[in-house]
């Protein structure tokens, strides 16, 4: 579902990604772990051209992202990408956060985009919240509303960065919860993030990152027990025994 060859990318002199290969099976989640700086949010930013690359290429869903021809408004309405921020209308109830995109974009009637946001919202616990505005919401309902408006463009693939490091640590359980129901639908996932029990249990593969690079890949049994590199093994250890 997701390829990606050779990339590289430069802020100016500083190298952040490194000849970066990667593949991503339909209907897997793959976590995207490593300290800060490793490069893990600009690699996920590059996977639906929020970043701009280098050298190499990415293909989603067979589409390549970085072409020249493709079409990155249609190819974005198929990637759902959920933010550390929850970036929400303040002016504009959940329902109406979620239902707008389908509207404007897919060019569905109000009636047809409510039905959907309504069963979308109801679904990751917030049948009671429909018409209530982000400021009404905690930050979790709030992230699990992000996570409603990105599913409501029916997407072939979602992209989270970090959806909890904003969130306070009893909210955190929740939007974990939410993706973990979305793995279990077979949705192909790519996961930024510091939870590593998370990790452990929900994905079926982890992406170690150091320094740029992709230090490993490997299931996460293996990768929590017995990682392949120094690297990992120094990480996991001041993350683990923290």
Do not use: W
Request: glycine share 8%; hydrophobic share 40%.
């Amino acid at each position: 579902m997701i390829t990606v060859k050779g990339v590289s990318k430069s802020f100016g002199k500083h190298t952040v990604l490194s000849d970066i290969d990667l593949e991503v099976p339909e209907s897997q989640t793959y976590a995207l772990i490593g300290p800060s700086g490793a490069g893990k949010s600009t690699l996920i930013r590059t996977l639906n051209a929020l970043e701009g690359i280098d050298d190499g290429e990415i293909t989603v869903d067979g589409v390549p992202v970085h072409g020249k021809r493709t079409d990155l408004n249609d190819l974005r309405s198929r990637i759902g990408f959920v933010f550390q921020s929850f970036n929400l209308y303040p002016h504009l109830t959940a329902r109406q956060n979620v239902s707008l995109a389908p509207r404007k974009v897919r060019g569905r009637s109000r009636a047809e985009a409510d039905e959907r946001s309504a069963e979308l919202l109801s679904s990751l616990g917030l049948g009671d919240k429909l018409d209530a505005y982000p400021g009404q919401l905690s930050g979790g309902q709030q992230q699990r509303v992000a996570i409603a408006r990105s599913l409501a463009m029916d997407p072939t693939v979602m992209l989270f960065d970090e959806p909890t490091s904003a969130l306070d640590p009893e909210m955190i359980k929740e939007v974990l919860d939410a993706i973990r129901r979305l793995a279990d639908t077979g949705m192909t996932m790519v996961i930024v993030t510091h939870e590593m029990g998370f990790a452990r249990e929900v994905c079926d593969a982890v992406v170690f990152m150091a320094d740029g690079r992709i230090v490993e890949v490997a299931p996460p049994d293996q990768f929590f027990t017995a990682p392949g590199s120094d690297r990992a093994r120094d990480f996991l250890g001041k993350v683990l025994n923290h």
